[in-house]
């Protein structure tokens, strides 16, 4: 049933991708108009553990989205006027270090921007706004994460570097070694600029970032395992077969890991304190001009 909008108060949002939800009592729909145009989907709307929670499938209902075309402030200016103040978003990312396994969590704390075309402020016209970005993920919400997920005995690290790509590409070989001599932990195409919006409309926000396969800069030697891949291996000068990420590989990783997400996800929520206030909540004191 699609509900029209009206007053309501939403603790928590989760902005999804598949397999990413909380089971949700009372569960209802509802439709925010925005001056953005649409949401990715109708928002779900519903009780977990005394919680109203609401949850954006990000790339829609039928996955139909690609991450370049989500309307990023449609959805984030929805969930502000449903009264969120917090957002936990979960997504897949491949991984630009050997030591970040498939399956491996990782709570980002820094991003670097690599999209092209994306819309990524609110203020446009009129009043200007330089909003702070020098710690751009919630260290409240991240250190709740981090250690319900070490509770659960997951794979799990706390602080990572995102590199955001425009996609809907992988990267080649060439950009995906620039990016690990960066200081790049992981790679993805949507976190960006869901992070800074949200901080311009002062929301909690943060993104579990859940490792699906090994990007395109590795490779395969026979005798050393996984290296950067190259013509010869670097460490025994033996021959490196290549290996590159794949749709079924991210979904194949993405099956395995959603019970863990899942459990993640609901022991973590039950923690949150939504009366804490939290300096993300004041984000746009000093940042208008
Ligand atoms: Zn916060
Ligand atoms: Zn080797």
Redesign the pocket.
Known sequence: MIMKEKERTVDLAIIGGTGSNVTLDNLEEVKVYTPYGSTSAAIAIGDFNGKKIAYIPRHGIDHSIPPHRINFRANIWALKKLGVKFIISPSAVGSLKKKHNKEKFILVDQYIDRTKKRVDTFYENGQLCHIGQADPY????NRLFFETGKELNLDIQNGGVYICIEGPRFSTRAESKIFRQWGGDIVGMTNYPEVVLSAEKEI?YCCIAMVTDLDVWAGECSECGIVEFAQKCEICGGTVDKLSVNVPEVIETMGKNVENLKKLLELTIQKIDIERE???HHSLTDALL
């Open positions: 919630c260290d409240y919400l909690c939290c300096p993300c």
